[in-house]
């Protein structure tokens, strides 16, 4: 299959994802989530209001301020600075039985006292980051059988918050670098029998880097299709099998480009109304098809043909404690796309947990963990090499009305790696806000 054939339908699908698109809830089987930190501002709008009355419409806008002791996320000579932030986010549900949509929308800036350093093009760094994104998502029951949804996504960002590098299929860079981002799906799911039926989709995935030096390795389209097999086995469980095709599609570095196919099995299983749990394992067959047939790369484990093969296994839990405290909880193992510009590929494991507590009706306390160790995959022109990111936040809100919410957070993200040049940072960044819904 030519990969470039592609290119012209990712294009009207990408100009379709910047006009609608919103982030989705990540489950086993291919959905996936994106939680920028501007998203994140305003989705925090929704906890700790208190249990006030809500409207499908709400406006937000936040202000905050704080310390950051890395604000470059480098490895050495890292500068500190205050900060502040002002970001504007917007949600609108509407929609009736048969059909339910929700749109959201925002942007943020954040500016920095004191910046200095330089990029990766020996320019100085601006005194200040910009976050937007705007989202759509659509539900519909076309018939008593055939239910046809779209997640669609879009997001500029200065700096990805560790949602982002952790809860999605699409790989990007921890450092600190402008770039685009968007993650389309569209399903559709036919029930041929009362314990039957199949869920067929579609994912596009678009990065694309300010930076020409990173844009050059990392700016790609990423096509993955799909189609699950599903029995219901017992009320509260499903067995699942599927089959994906995957196509990387790199907009310059085309050596990079692939096709995979994955072959996986599964099941979703509801515990109760309150814990439910998804799993899929299989593996993947990956071949560079961007490699002329006398460019054979030499794998560290494999026998120099450009092919690999790997397993793969997700899996997702969610836990409702009470009415007060949620707990949710992700896993993945799988072949990626790496970060390193020599690097063909990576075997990545990533987990996040992230819980949720009601203090009180107003107060809301939130841990979010995550943690990603990634095996470099060596070839003839470096050797192999690993790295381990740690992330930890923690957040507490305080709704003084229907209107007004004061908060306070601590993040710390560390990045160890055996790779001698740059690859290594650590960060704490501690901000307090007050937040305005309407």
């Given at each position: 299959m030519?990969?470039?054939?592609?290119?012209?339908?990712?294009?009207?699908?990408?100009?379709?994802?910047?006009?609608?698109?919103?982030?989705?809830t990540a489950k086993a089987g291919g959905a996936s989530s994106f939680s920028q930190e501007v998203t994140n501002e305003s989705a925090s709008a929704e906890l700790g209001t208190g249990k006030f009355e809500s409207l499908p419409f709400k406006v937000s806008v936040t202000v905050r301020g704080g310390y950051d002791d890395n604000v470059n996320l480098e490895t050495f000579d890292q500068d500190e600075s205050l900060f502040t932030n002002a970001a504007l986010g917007v949600t609108y549900q509407f929609g009736n039985a048969r059909t339910q949509m929700s749109l959201s929308a925002g942007a943020g800036g954040t500016y920095y006292f004191d910046r200095n350093g330089d990029d990766v093009e020996g320019e100085d760094f601006d005194d200040y980051d910009v976050?937007?994104?705007?989202?759509?998502?659509?539900?519909?029951?076309?018939?008593?059988?055939?239910?046809?949804?779209?997640?669609?996504?879009?997001?500029?960002?200065?700096?990805?918050?560790?949602?982002?590098?952790?809860r999605n299929t699409f790989t990007i860079s921890r450092q600190s670098r402008d770039f685009f981002f968007s993650s389309n799906r569209f399903s559709a799911t036919y029930a041929w029998t009362p314990r039957f039926s199949t869920a067929s989709s579609y994912t596009l995935g678009i990065i694309n880097y300010d930076d020409s030096f990173v844009s050059f390795?990392?700016?790609?389209?990423?096509?993955?299709?799909?189609?699950?097999?599903?029995?219901?086995?017992?009320?509260?469980t499903t067995l699942v099998g599927e089959y994906r095709f995957g196509i990387v599609d790199y907009t310059d570095f085309d050596a990079r480009s692939s096709t995979s196919h994955f072959l996986l099995a599964g099941f979703d299983h509801s515990f109760n109304p309150r814990f439910n749990m998804s799993a899929r394992g299989g593996v993947e067959f990956r071949s560079f098809e961007g490699l002329d047939n006398d460019d054979d790369i030499d794998f560290d484990d494999d026998e120099g043909d450009g092919d690999r093969t790997h397993p793969y296994a997700e899996a997702t839990l969610n836990y409702a404690l009470g009415q007060r405290t949620s707990v949710s909880l992700f896993n993945r193992y799988s072949l990626?796309?790496?970060?390193?510009?020599?690097?063909?590929?990576?075997?990545t494991y990533r987990t996040s947990l992230s819980v949720r507590h009601n203090i009180t009706?107003?107060?809301?306390?939130?841990?979010?963990?995550?943690?990603?160790?990634?095996?470099?995959?060596?070839?003839?022109?470096?050797?192999?090499?690993?790295?381990?990111?740690?992330?930890?936040?923690?957040?507490?809100?305080y709704a003084i009305n229907r209107n007004f919410a004061i908060d306070a957070g601590y993040q710390?993200?560390?990045?160890?790696?055996?790779?001698?040049?740059?690859?290594?940072?650590?960060?704490?960044r501690y901000y307090g806000g007050v937040t305005f819904t309407f």
């Open positions: 030519e990969i470039s054939t592609l290119r012209n339908f990712a294009g009207a699908a990408a100009a379709l994802a910047l006009m609608c698109a919103a982030p989705h976050n937007a994104y705007l989202g759509f998502n659509i539900t519909h029951r076309a018939t008593p059988r055939l239910s046809l949804a779209a997640a669609l996504f879009a997001s500029y960002q200065s700096q990805p918050d560790f949602g982002t590098l952790n390795f990392e700016d790609r389209f990423e096509h993955t299709i799909g189609n699950e097999f599903r029995f219901l086995v017992m009320p509260m990626e796309q790496p970060d390193f510009a020599d690097a063909f590929s990576r075997s009706p107003r107060i809301v306390a939130g841990l979010n963990f995550a943690y990603q160790h990634d095996d470099y995959d060596g070839t003839v022109a470096f050797e192999s090499f690993t790295e381990d990111a740690f992330d930890i936040a923690l957040s507490l809100r710390h993200t560390e990045v160890i790696s055996d790779e001698s040049l740059f690859r290594e940072f650590s960060r704490n």
